[in-house]
């Protein structure tokens, strides 16, 4: 079973930038949809950034359409989520999610994703 691991979040101003990191243990991440979360307080966990197994990745949050970018880096078996431009309602938990199985992509969905991480707290506050 997979374990993901998140990590790099903090307290930043408005403005600001961030690099999330999810580490992945126990599988290979290449062959599979990785997808960034993230959830406010008082609010449903929404879909921001996901991989899919092929080249393509999905914005799904339109908020953070030119601000955030995700990358993996297979030797090191991490996932990336840079974000720049911080803003106060960017502010939440931010959680990696990957699939149970190689070449699905349920697009940035969290119910298409099976094994999540702890989560990172993201504090965009002046």
């Known amino acids: 079973q997979v374990q993901l691991v998140e990590s790099g979040g903090g307290l930043v101003q408005p403005g600001g930038s961030l690099r999330l990191s999810c580490a992945a243990s126990?599988?290979?991440?290449?062959?599979?949809?990785v997808g960034w979360f993230r959830q406010a307080p008082g609010k449903e966990r929404e879909g921001v950034l996901c991989l899919s197994s092929g080249p393509s990745s999905a914005d799904y949050a339109n908020s953070i359409k030119g601000r955030f970018t995700a990358s993996r880096d297979n030797d090191k078996n991490t996932v990336y989520l840079q974000i720049n431009d911080l803003k106060p309602e960017d502010t939440g938990v931010y959680y990696c999610?990957?699939?149970?199985?190689?070449?699905?992509?349920?697009?940035?969905?969290?119910?298409?994703?099976?094994?999540w991480g702890r989560g990172t707290q993201v504090t965009v506050s002046s």
């Open positions: 999610g990957v699939v149970a199985m190689k070449l699905t992509d349920p697009g940035c969905y969290s119910y298409g994703y099976d094994d």
């Open positions: 126990g599988r290979r991440l290449d062959l599979y949809s």
